[in-house]
């Protein structure tokens, strides 16, 4: 069974995908539910960085402690995670998501679905071909190269573990 954990709670070790992408907040679907759904039944750790307890009236300052909690959280999460699943929507710019991207672009963990219609879709093609980032436009896909990769991911954790 997966388990989900999301900001604030506190890492674990194991084979995990990070839910990285548009969240926008009344804009952006709400994809990560879809994609823990669809993963519900593996043997993995999701960070989904969609908190519940959201407020949008936080200030985006370092000297906001709520805000300052969930943004290293989620680089905490992205730099531990095995997969960094990322999801553009059309509907959203997902600023934060196209930063994300350039950070871990040379990992080699990202797989990036980036839908027809997504503002800077080309810049994100690109940068996906360039680093050569496993990429796709429909959502089926992705969430089915999910499901293949989070038992890739269960296996190597398991072998690392002899």
């Known amino acids: 069974m997966a388990k989900v954990i999301k900001p604030p709670s506190i890492l674990e070790n194991g084979a995990?995908?990070?839910?990285?992408?548009?969240?926008?907040?009344?804009?952006?679907?709400?994809?990560?539910?879809?994609?823990?759904?669809?993963?519900?039944?593996?043997?993995?750790?999701?960070?989904?960085?969609?908190?519940?307890?959201?407020?949008?009236?936080?200030?985006?300052?370092?000297?906001?402690?709520?805000?300052?909690?969930?943004?290293?959280?989620?680089?905490?999460?992205?730099?531990?995670?095995?997969?960094?699943?990322m999801y553009f929507d059309p509907k959203t710019k997902s600023p934060i998501s196209l930063l994300e991207l350039g950070l871990f672009a040379r990992t080699n963990r990202l797989v990036v679905c980036c839908p027809e219609g997504f503002w800077r879709k080309g810049n994100v093609d690109i940068v996906c071909h360039r680093y050569d980032i496993v990429n796709t436009s429909d959502f089926n896909d992705f969430v089915a190269m999910l499901e293949g990769i989070s038992d890739v991911a269960y296996q190597y954790q398991q072998r690392d573990k002899k």
């Open 16 to 85: 995990s995908i990070f839910l990285a992408g548009s969240i926008e907040m009344g804009t952006a679907e709400n994809w990560q539910s879809r994609v823990e759904k669809a993963l519900s039944e593996k043997d993995i750790i999701i960070y989904n960085p969609r908190r519940d307890d959201w407020d949008s009236s936080w200030e985006q300052k370092i000297e906001n402690d709520k805000f300052y909690e969930q943004v290293r959280w989620e680089l905490a999460a992205l730099e531990k995670a095995s997969v960094i699943a």
